[in-house]
Nanobody, 123 residues
């Protein structure tokens, strides 16, 4: 069982910055990818940024150039540096960890989610 735990959310003014952290503990297997997703009131959860264990990153178009995802593989920790925040970035941000489980000749992948951290961008 993997337990991602987020931290770093809060209230910030437009144009400000926040840094989110997520530590995923408890995995006996490889965490092959980690990422951040967000869900605003009345909207579906969407991908914000993801990073693989090899360092490949992917960003939503709405955050490109403003957000940076990074990962410490040794600590199973992922960070999201958010700059130039906008009111539309307001949401609950969730950490995701994708675990690869090898059982004999079978390779399975499992998703684990944190409980979320609130980010509010408002003046």
């Amino acid at each position: 069982q993997v337990h991602p735990v987020e931290s770093g959310g809060g209230l910030v003014q437009p144009g400000g910055s926040l840094r989110l952290s997520c530590a995923a503990s408890g995995s006996r297997f490889s965490i092959v990818a980690m990422g951040w997703y967000r869900q605003a009131p009345g909207k579906q959860r969407e991908s914000v940024a993801t990073v693989t264990s090899g360092g490949s990153t992917n960003y939503a178009d709405s955050v490109k150039g403003r957000f940076t995802i990074s990962r410490d593989n040794a600590k199973n920790t992922v960070y999201l540096q958010m700059n130039s925040l906008k009111p539309e970035d307001t949401a609950v941000y969730y950490c995701n960890a994708v675990v690869q489980v090898v059982a004999g000749t079978d390779v399975l992948f499992a998703d684990y989610w944190g409980q979320g951290t609130q980010v509010t961008v408002s003046s």
